[in-house]
DNA sequence: GTTTGCCTTCACACTGATGTGAAGGTTTCA
DNA sequence: TGAAACCTTCACATCAGTGTGAAGGCAAAC
């Protein structure tokens, strides 16, 4: 599909889907004019990043843990795992577990709340 | 104590203690000589501001979230909660557990490549 | 063949969170 | 009394993500 019904289908300006590419998240192919063309997984991969950046994470920590969230395969070497990125990627993911904790206890919070004040 | 020690003991500039006063976040005491003087919950509730900033939240969501949020006693009568507030109280915690899934997906392959890979 | 609706790149503006530093007042201590 | 270490306000800069629009190419439809 092209920009535009990648666009509607998932709510993000054309605008941005440019910018998500200049940053290495999107990677779409090119027809011969020059339109970018993005296949169905696109949808989901957009959807995704938003939801990422969010929920706090930038681009540039998107696009090096973008990867291996999805490894079905290609990545399962091990050779593609150097320590220093296996430290990075650890990193990240307590980090994420540390924004989860905050969230999930003032949500509560805010649960309890309406729940007592409803009755 | 004064912005100094809390910077201090939270690891936030005190620039930042400014802003977040200016943003209605942070309501602390003034010396007689215009210092600001924070009592000991200041630190938590630093920390909380600082770990929902970092998890997506705006200052002006916070703000209006924040005074529910240790809600032990005083907003506890119903009166304090016109049904407008109970719906934008009850839409930011679905956002917010949104974020919680996304985060937690994410992570969850993230780790689950890790272990893979790792053997 | 011109209009219409896509698409392209490029540029400039805005906003929120943050960094940096100037200019000056207060307290403490040598 | 003067230096050091606090504090104040104010202003200007930066950075990432986003909005908006200009100038122009391509393609389908009338």
């Keep these: 599909m092209r920009i535009g019904e990648l666009s509607r289908r998932t709510g993000v300006p054309a605008r941005m889907l440019r910018y998500y590419e200049e940053q290495g998240l999107l990677e779409p192919e090119r027809a011969g004019n020059g339109y970018r063309l993005y296949g ?12 990422l950046l969010d929920s706090g994470l930038t681009t540039e920590i ?5 990867p291996f969230l999805d490894a079905g395969d290609i990545h399962l070497r091990p050779q593609c795992l150097t320590p220093e990125l296996a430290e990075l990627l650890q990193a990240e993911a307590d980090r994420i577990t540390a924004r989860i904790d905050c969230l999930a206890r003032n949500r ?5 709340y309406l729940s007592t004040v409803r009755g």
Excluded: E, N, P, T
């Design 40 to 51: 169905g997984a696109a949808v989901y991969r957009v959807q995704q990043i938003r939801g």
């Design 108 to 112: 509560d919070a805010l649960l309890r």
């Design 62 to 66: 998107i696009r090096r843990i973008l």
